[in-house]
């Protein structure tokens, strides 16, 4: 494995090489995978770089301050790029259909901060010890000396405080808060990030929480908590998928609950899980790993085929497998 002081080198490399350059990213994106695109996008135009943006699925709406001119968008053909980089995404399949339109390159760059990424590039910087894509596109543009505008300070402040949770997940290091203050020298507009993202939530939003909060269910003494999302629940809180994002915090919170999953009916046989854990015993990459997904030690999702039925009984009885390692409070049980 390269360190950082020969991979960043050899990335910009051929950046500096490449006149067609292609930013993708994963399916549903957030912050860190927006805000990275769009700050990379920015420096690479500014370096007189040809830059496409592609995603399977639209910008979140409120993320889309973020975008104004709209970069990023949904793939129209196949075209020949010199380089593709891949941000933010732990492997070739979480790009989507987008996978598909970047075969024609020279070279695959993959920039990510999953512990579970596979490596599918011909140059990988995969670093799990930072919290956030983000903190890695702003060193990787620290070294290469291309000026950091305040739009892609904005950019980039999205991506490292929606990846930390507001910094407040165990991930979040001192060399973080170093990154998002020298980011704010550079004009992140704290204000207008915190009103768009945090603050400007949809009716069709609060209707999938009110959902959350009238239907999740607690089991194992309370220590694990899940709650479905199907069609019809959106249909009903006339939401897009973007809306379900940060759900699962709600029912995270919850003081005796460890492990928190969210199972989202995809099709009638295929469900999408996502966990979140506030035990560091309790590594639900790991458990996602078992059903062909991963993540973090704290986050980690997969897709699962199966009946929403037997999809719930073998990953809460994988859960309650790995909550074994936590005793239990005297006051859970």
């Given at each position: 494995m390269k360190s950082?002081?020969?991979?960043?080198?050899?990335?910009?490399?051929?950046?500096?090489?490449?006149?067609t350059v292609a930013l993708v990213s994963h399916v549903r994106p957030d912050g860190d995978s927006i805000g990275s695109q769009l700050a990379l996008a920015e420096a690479l135009d500014r370096a007189g770089k040809s830059v496409v943006c592609w995603n399977e699925d639209p910008i979140p709406a409120k993320l889309a301050f973020l975008d104004r001119r709209g970069v990023i968008q949904s793939p129209c053909s196949d075209k020949r790029f010199d380089c593709v980089v891949a941000l933010d995404a732990a492997s070739l399949e979480r790009l989507g259909s987008v996978a598909d339109r970047i075969r024609d390159r020279s070279i695959l760059i993959n920039i990510d901060h999953h512990i579970s990424n596979t490596r599918f590039g011909d140059i990988n910087w995969i670093s799990h010890r930072n919290p956030s894509t983000g903190e890695l596109v702003f060193r990787l543009l620290k070294a290469s000396k291309w000026p950091i505008t305040a739009t892609m300070a904005d950019c980039l402040f999205t991506a490292v405080s929606t990846d930390t949770g507001s910094f407040q997940y165990p991930s979040t290091r001192p060399a973080t808060y170093a990154v998002a203050g020298e980011?704010?020298?550079?004009?992140?507009?704290?204000?207008?990030i915190c009103q768009e993202v945090y603050q400007s939530f949809p009716l069709s939003r609060v209707r999938l929480i009110q959902h959350t909060l009238n239907n999740f269910k607690l089991t194992d003494h309370n220590r694990i908590a899940y709650f479905w999302l199907r069609p019809a629940d959106y249909a009903r809180a006339r939401a897009g998928s973007d809306d379900s994002e940060g759900l699962i915090?709600?029912?995270r919170a919850i003081e005796p609950v460890v492990v928190a999953c969210l199972f989202e009916q995809m099709k009638p046989n295929l469900v999408r899980i996502s966990m979140r854990s506030k035990n560091p015993r309790v590594d639900v990459n790991e458990i996602a790993r078992q059903f062909n997904g991963g993540g973090h030690p704290a986050a980690a999702g997969a897709r699962i085929a199966g009946s929403p039925e037997a999809v719930q009984r073998a990953v809460i009885r994988a859960i309650r497998q790995a909550l074994k390692s936590v005793p239990m409070n005297h006051a859970d049980s």
């Amino acid at each position: 494995m390269k360190s950082r002081s020969q991979i960043v080198p050899r990335i910009l490399d051929v950046l500096r090489r490449s006149k067609t350059v292609a930013l993708v990213s994963h399916v549903r994106p957030d912050g860190d995978s927006i805000g990275s695109q769009l700050a990379l996008a920015e420096a690479l135009d500014r370096a007189g770089k040809s830059v496409v943006c592609w995603n399977e699925d639209p910008i979140p709406a409120k993320l889309a301050f973020l975008d104004r001119r709209g970069v990023i968008q949904s793939p129209c053909s196949d075209k020949r790029f010199d380089c593709v980089v891949a941000l933010d995404a732990a492997s070739l399949e979480r790009l989507g259909s987008v996978a598909d339109r970047i075969r024609d390159r020279s070279i695959l760059i993959n920039i990510d901060h999953h512990i579970s990424n596979t490596r599918f590039g011909d140059i990988n910087w995969i670093s799990h010890r930072n919290p956030s894509t983000g903190e890695l596109v702003f060193r990787l543009l620290k070294a290469s000396k291309w000026p950091i505008t305040a739009t892609m300070a904005d950019c980039l402040f999205t991506a490292v405080s929606t990846d930390t949770g507001s910094f407040q997940y165990p991930s979040t290091r001192p060399a973080t808060y170093a990154v998002a203050g020298e980011l704010v020298k550079r004009g992140a507009n704290l204000a207008t990030i915190c009103q768009e993202v945090y603050q400007s939530f949809p009716l069709s939003r609060v209707r999938l929480i009110q959902h959350t909060l009238n239907n999740f269910k607690l089991t194992d003494h309370n220590r694990i908590a899940y709650f479905w999302l199907r069609p019809a629940d959106y249909a009903r809180a006339r939401a897009g998928s973007d809306d379900s994002e940060g759900l699962i915090d709600h029912i995270r919170a919850i003081e005796p609950v460890v492990v928190a999953c969210l199972f989202e009916q995809m099709k009638p046989n295929l469900v999408r899980i996502s966990m979140r854990s506030k035990n560091p015993r309790v590594d639900v990459n790991e458990i996602a790993r078992q059903f062909n997904g991963g993540g973090h030690p704290a986050a980690a999702g997969a897709r699962i085929a199966g009946s929403p039925e037997a999809v719930q009984r073998a990953v809460i009885r994988a859960i309650r497998q790995a909550l074994k390692s936590v005793p239990m409070n005297h006051a859970d049980s």
